[in-house]
């Protein structure tokens, strides 16, 4: 019977320390996804902080974009808005998202539709919604970034607003390739024209012009002038108007960023 109790009791210990070596594990396991979560989410913490801490509001906007910044000699092509009067600013829009595959899941975390614009077949599945709950930010966030059921490059602003329209010729640009440079984002804030608090970004991006006659075609644009588009400098873009009085949408300004934020 003692050598029962012995061998027994081997066996606990050894089953302790199994135990003690999985726990370990675990933890070390949870501390390394911790801190990875931290240093790539770093960017978002006061974010995150904004949505949880007492007081906070409830619903927010989201309007979450993307920027061309297509530059030649020193000046950047910014197109007439749609949406701002009398405005230009850069090729780019709203980011979709695929429906059926993503729009459960947005509902599921509160983010639905979007109603302080008019919701039509071309602003059908935009990422303009409003997240009923902004302590989910970080579950939209963690979705967005694993960039599955959404759009993931800018070559539809590029087509409808260069290629459609016909100001660059469509036969030398079946295809674009580009570059993600740079991840802006607003902290929060009240959006004065539609009177919500808001949480806005945008993913900058430079297209890469592989063809010399693409490169052509650009540069060709960058000689002519029109109203529906203009060449201006990073100082006008700055300063809010171009020098030949034409106002700049003061959005426009995000092309220039180059630190990202998530990778």
């Keep these: 019977m003692a050598v029962g109790f012995f061998i027994a009791g081997c066996f606990i210990e050894s089953l302790r320390a199994e135990l003690k070596g999985l726990a370990l594990g675990i933890a070390g396991v949870l501390i390394i996804d911790i801190i990875d979560y931290l240093i790539?989410?770093?960017?978002?913490?006061?974010?995150?902080w904004d949505c949880h801490k007492p007081f906070a509001g409830s619903e927010i906007?989201?309007?979450?974009?993307?920027?061309?910044?297509?530059?030649?000699n020193g000046k950047y092509l910014l197109v007439k808005s749609h949406r701002i009067a009398n405005t230009f600013q850069p090729v780019g829009g709203v980011y979709k998202y695929f429906n059926p595959e993503a729009k459960l899941v947005l509902e599921r975390m509160g983010a639905i539709t979007d109603n302080k614009i008019g919701n039509d077949t071309i602003t059908e599945c935009d990422l303009r919604l409003n997240l009923t709950d902004r302590r989910n930010i970080g579950k939209f966030l963690k979705w967005f970034f694993k960039e599955e059921d959404r759009e993931c490059d800018p070559w539809r602003e590029f087509y409808e607003e260069l290629i459609g329209p016909g100001i660059l010729p469509a036969k030398e640009f079946p295809f674009m390739h580009y570059?993600?440079?740079?991840?802006?984002?607003?902290?929060?804030?009240?959006?004065?024209?539609?009177?919500?608090?808001?949480?806005?970004?945008?993913?900058?991006?430079?297209?890469?012009?592989?063809?010399?006659?693409?490169?052509?075609a650009v540069n060709y644009l960058a000689?002519?002038?029109?109203?529906?588009?203009?060449?201006?400098?990073q100082k006008e873009?700055?300063?809010?108007?171009?020098?030949?009085?034409?106002?700049?949408?003061?959005?426009s300004h995000k092309i220039f960023h180059n630190k990202f934020l998530h990778q």
């Design 40 to 48: 790539r989410g770093r960017a978002f913490l006061k974010l995150y």
């Design 61 to 72: 906007r989201l309007t979450i974009a993307y920027l061309l910044r297509i530059e030649v």
């Design 237 to 251: 873009i700055i300063q809010g108007i171009s020098y030949g009085g034409h106002r700049i949408a003061e959005h």
């Design 179 to 216: 570059r993600l440079v740079g991840q802006h984002f607003e902290p929060i804030h009240n959006d004065p024209f539609f009177n919500v608090e808001t949480f806005k970004y945008a993913d900058i991006y430079v297209p890469k012009f592989i063809t010399a006659r693409q490169t052509d």
């Design 223 to 233: 000689s002519l002038e029109s109203s529906e588009y203009i060449w201006v400098t």
